[in-house]
Structures are given as structure tokens and as C-alpha cells.
């Protein structure tokens, strides 16, 4: 029901920075992102609310990366500083309908199509 479209990766040089966008054709209770390296499991980096904008943050990108939203646009944006080569992965947009911030992936109910993120050193 709901599309979300995201944009913004790239290949980028390690301490450089990147900001993601992702489009959602709808609104629901929270966005978030995840990544997805090759070989390993989609992780948790970060969510927001649309209507209170309350945060949450994995510890390894705290300090690093930032999550907004503009609510008249229907978009999200992550905004990456300091990149390192182990931020390299598929960035993931995601929508949940049910109250909370989740950090799992099951708690999720939309799906962007990724978007490829490189970092080199």
C-alpha cells in the first residue's frame, strides 16, 4: 500500500558524508532505515515518528548519522557523516504501522529497494 522510493547512494570516500532520501507515497507511524552488508544480516540503524519525531539510534552509528523527516514532503532523510569502509551495505527505507520504535526488521511492514552505499578507504 505504501511505496517508498529511496535515492541518494553512492561511492564515497572514507570521512566523507552522504544524505539518503526516501519518498513514501503515504504516511504511517514511524520510518526507519537498515543495512544489509553482503554476508551478513539486515541491522537496525535508525527510526523516526512522523507526528512527534521521536528517535532512535543504533549505538554504532550514534554521533554519526542523523534522522529527519519533512512531514509536508512525505520523506525521510538520513544524513551520514564520517563514513567508514564497515558502512559499506545496501541502505534499506522501511515504514511500520503498529506503535513503537522497533529495531527489528519483522516489525516492519513496507520495503524501499535499497540503495547501495560504498565506502572506500
Known amino acids: 500500500q505504501v511505496q517508498l522510493v529511496e535515492s541518494g547512494g553512492g561511492l564515497v570516500q572514507a570521512g566523507d558524508s552522504l544524505r539518503l532520501s526516501c519518498a513514501a507515497s503515504?504516511?504511517?507511524?514511524?520510518v526507519g532505515w537498515f543495512r544489509q552488508a553482503p554476508g551478513k544480516a539486515r541491522e537496525f540503524v535508525t527510526a523516526i515518528t512522523w507526528s512527534a519525531g521521536d528517535i532512535s539510534y543504533a549505538d554504532f552509528v550514534k554521533g554519526r548519522f542523523t534522522i529527519s523527516r519533512d512531514n509536508a514532503k512525505n520523506t525521510a532523510y538520513l544524513e551520514m557523516n564520517s563514513l567508514k569502509p564497515e558502512d559499506t551495505a545496501v541502505y534499506y527505507c522501511?515504514?511500520?504501522?503498529?506503535?513503537?520504535?522497533?529495531?527489528?526488521?519483522?516489525?516492519?511492514?513496507?520495503w524501499g529497494q535499497g540503495t547501495q552505499v560504498t565506502v572506500s578507504s
Open positions: 503515504g504516511r504511517t507511524y514511524a
Open positions: 522501511a515504514a511500520k504501522l503498529r506503535l513503537g520504535l522497533s529495531k527489528f526488521r519483522t516489525e516492519y511492514d513496507y
